[in-house]
């Protein structure tokens, strides 16, 4: 039997093999449920039934003081992860395009967009966002 190489053809003409992988897949899962809830145990406690934080007993307080730097960290770096989700595609983009002057405004504006975001890394620098402990 020859091999054929991958064609997305392939799928758009024969759909059983998408079909076999989403039965499979799904009767994997079910008997990974299945599996777990088979051998789980089942004796609850009041150690289990505590909520669990990051292995800090929790407090008889129901709400904490909690630095809002954490947030802005977080924050920052979804800004920064979003914006690494943008940039990679466009380079592949922007890389395949062969016309020599068709391509000027979309790297202008890819510029335009990390020189932002440049600036915002520097102010959140110089405001102290960055530093974990003060």
């Known amino acids: ?13 024969d759909w059983s093999a998408v079909a076999l992988s989403a ?40 709400w904490s003081n909690i630095n809002v ?11 920064f992860d979003v914006e690494a989700v943008f940039l990679f595609p466009w380079a592949v983009i922007f890389m395949e395009q062969k016309i020599e002057h068709a391509n000027v405004v979309p790297f202008y504006s890819m510029m ?4 932002v975001l440049f600036f915002a890394i520097i102010y959140a620098w110089k405001k102290g966002v960055l530093e974990w402990r003060k």
């Open 1 to 13: 039997m020859i091999l054929q190489a991958f064609s997305g053809d392939l799928f758009a003409k």
């Open 23 to 62: 039965v499979i897949a799904t009767v994997a899962i079910g008997l990974m449920f299945g599996t777990s809830r088979l051998l789980s145990s089942r004796r609850h406690s009041d150690i289990k039934l505590t909520p669990y934080e990051c292995g800090i007993p929790p407090t008889p307080y129901s």
């Open 69 to 79: 730097r954490f947030y802005i960290f977080a924050i920052m770096f979804l800004i």
């Open 112 to 115: 335009l967009f990390l020189g």
